[in-house]
């Protein structure tokens, strides 16, 4: 599974770690979801979500953007997905976090690649910028997901 986010924030892009911002619910979410806690050093978050067979990464590779906010965002470029795939064919879906990363990937990505089979599907975004939708809600639309993907779930669920 992949799991894309538009573009890192400046927090995230100060301390080279994905959801770094202290208010992203990111790694709580995948702290209950498989054991990726934010307590937890950010090299041993990553490897709990490689075990549990998950990949991070951003849709867009560069762009122009003050702040944070993703719909600050402009003239953006996409990452190498073609390369991506062929290197990964294990892939077989992707989740976007939020909805600029489905987006600016159905609009750059999509019409260069071909999908073979590949399940895309959009969730609420982990953002602090999000925060009309209640936690719970966004932690179960998350927890469906990745056990619809078939992401082994961390044990204490």
């Not at 951003?58 to 122009?64: H, K, L, M, N, P």
């Not at 892939?91 to 071909?114: C, H």
């Not at 939708?133 to 932690?139: D, I």
Request: charged letters at 20%.
């Amino acid at each position: 599974m992949l799991i894309l986010g538009s573009m890192p924030g400046e927090a995230s892009l100060v301390a080279g770690q994905y959801y770094a911002h202290r208010q992203n619910r990111f790694w709580a979410l995948m702290g209950e979801l498989v054991g990726a806690t934010p307590e937890l050093p950010y090299e041993q978050r990553v490897q709990r979500l490689r075990g549990a067979g998950i990949a991070l990464w951003d849709v867009i590779a560069s762009c122009e953007r003050a702040g944070s906010l993703d719909s600050a965002i402009r003239n953006e470029t996409a990452n190498d997905f073609a390369t991506f795939f062929a290197s990964h064919p294990a892939v077989r879906s992707v989740l976007f976090n939020g909805a600029k990363a489905e987006q600016s990937f159905r609009r750059l990505v999509s019409p260069t690649i071909a999908h073979r089979g590949l399940t895309l599907q959009r969730l609420p975004s982990t953002s602090p910028a999000n925060a009309s939708q209640p936690a719970a809600r966004k932690f179960d639309e998350w927890r469906a997901a990745l056990m619809q993907a078939g992401v082994l779930l961390h044990t204490s669920i």
